[in-house]
């Protein structure tokens, strides 16, 4: 098991792993989002409170669960790359930065699509969720600052793993402040405490997003590994040999 | 190890010495001492200006200004808290020195704090005089941005030290820094604001108070670890 483990983590073998990862991720993820696309618009009861518009959770929460899991990603990969000293993990931290900041603004958006209709804005300051996932995305920003001013990729690789286990930190901190800082402006909570559940014909596709969402983050993360793993090595033989072979770097 | 060496002097000899030499630097060249008070003064001054001089505006949006602008003024003079240790090499002389490394960081980051910091909190008060703040929430404000510099002085220096020797400037440490220090402003403000308004403020202070303690025993060896990849 650990020479398994050990053996993936070498970027050669990796790359080739990686490849026929992707699919068994991609297909099921897409044909999850397929049905939870189709089961959320269509099969899904109106809500009585908020009709039709209450339908954007099914992008809303999977991009927001996302934007908060692709960090722990970026954080855990850091520490590990800056623990034991594996060349892969960083490349994960550098691959989930961007598809991180990425889901982290779609759940921006869609918050602010859907706080139109039943808020009556586009932004809501006293939403502590809100003012959270925008700290997290400037977060992100600072991590893909730092890495791309850092010319020495080994170097970058520490610097931001640094930054992102600070981050961690920080991320609590801000979401307990937020919370006391939101209590003191704004009267009730936007959404009831322990309110009405879910009927099985909105759950079902909700689940199927977040499940689709996740695969489908796994794949896109496994090939955004890949490139980062082949421009990395790009000075090994292992890359020139697989360039230089006769299907093309297939 | 050369610690059981009985010579070696202890761990507070190397801290205080930095400190020492950061002081006698900034006492030799005050301008970048002043220039980041100016700056703060400055900021207070812009804000009246905009928005108009009415007493009861300023009441209200005291305690957020003043926080915001010593945020800032802190900022500008965390640029160059390892730079030039960076480029005369004494930071090098840091890392190899039989001393612990958290230890010399936090020496430094003392330094920065007694320079930039406290003299902050001390040009506090007549400022917010401007802003008709009565005499006890003064003393709020002054207690709030004693602990906030703390904070803001430790994360910075973790900051400061991820980019130290990057000519990136201001720009990329603002981007570092500025997330990480959103609680401590939110928290600073708030207090400032409630006890303005004859509210329960203590949270406030406390959750300060937590937060200066947990970045004095963790902020250092993130700043050391940070020095060493820098300087790689």
């Avoid at chain 1, 034991?84 to 930065?97: E, I, P």
């Avoid at chain 1, 322990?194 to 199927?208: I, K, N, V």
């Avoid at chain 2, 937060?211 to 025993?217: E, G």
Wanted: proline share 6%.
């Amino acid at each position: 098991m650990w020479k398994f483990f050990h053996h993936l983590t070498s970027p050669p073998h990796y790359y080739r792993v990686g490849a026929t990862l992707i699919p068994w991720l991609a297909i099921p993820g897409l044909a999850l989002i397929a049905y939870g696309t189709y089961a959320g618009l269509f099969l899904a009861s109106e809500d009585y409170q908020q009709g039709d518009a209450f339908r954007i959770i099914y992008v809303h929460v999977p991009a927001a669960y996302l934007s908060m899991l692709a960090y722990a990603f970026m954080a855990f990969g850091g520490g590990i790359g800056l623990i034991w000293r594996m060349k892969l993990a960083h490349a994960v931290g550098a691959a989930a930065a961007p598809l991180g900041a990425a889901f982290t603004f779609l759940a921006l958006v869609t918050g602010a699509i859907w706080g139109r209709p039943m808020w009556g804005t586009w932004w809501e300051w006293g939403d502590p969720r809100l003012t959270s996932e925008l700290i997290l995305l400037f977060l992100y920003f600072g991590y893909m600052a730092l890495r791309s001013s850092i010319d020495d990729t080994a170097k970058a690789d520490k610097a931001s793993a640094v930054l992102a286990l600070v981050g961690v930190v920080n991320v609590v901190i801000v979401h307990y402040s937020v919370e006391w800082w939101s209590s003191l402006h704004q009267g009730q909570t936007l959404f009831k405490k322990g309110g009405p559940g879910m009927d099985a014909d909105m759950l079902y596709p909700l689940l199927a997003m977040i499940f689709g969402f996740t695969l489908l983050f796994g794949a896109l993360l496994a090939r955004r590994i890949r490139t980062e793993v082949l421009f990395r090595e790009r000075r090994t033989r292992w890359v020139r040999e697989l360039v230089l072979a006769p299907e093309g770097g297939k | 190890m050369t610690s059981t060496n009985p010579q070696q002097p202890g761990i507070f000899a190397g801290l205080a010495a930095i400190a020492r030499r950061d002081i006698l630097l900034a006492w030799k060249r005050p301008g970048d001492v002043l220039n980041p008070l100016f700056f703060f003064a400055m900021v207070c001054t812009l804000f009246p200006l905009a928005v108009g001089p009415s007493a009861e505006q300023l009441i209200f949006s005291g305690p957020g200004v003043l926080w915001v602008a010593a945020l800032l003024a802190t900022l500008l003079s965390l640029n160059t808290l390892f730079m030039s240790d960076h480029e005369d090499g004494s930071l090098d002389q840091m890392l190899v020195s039989p001393q612990p490394l958290p230890v010399l960081a936090l020496g430094k980051t003392l330094a920065h704090w007694l320079i930039s910091g406290l003299p902050l909190v001390l040009i506090s008060p007549l400022l917010a005089l401007t802003y008709r703040m009565p005499g006890d929430v003064v003393g709020v404000l002054m207690l709030t941005l004693l602990l906030g510099t703390i904070c803001l002085s430790l994360l910075g220096s973790i900051g400061a030290a991820l980019t130290v020797g990057l000519h990136t400037g201001t720009a990329l440490l603002s981007l570092l820094i500025l997330p990480l220090a959103m609680p401590v402003l939110l928290l600073g403000a708030n207090t400032v604001s409630l006890a303005a308004g004859n509210d329960i403020y203590a949270t406030g202070i406390w959750a300060l108070g937590a937060y200066a303690v947990a970045a004095l025993s963790l902020a250092p060896y993130a700043t050391a670890a940070a020095l060493r990849i820098s300087s790689e």
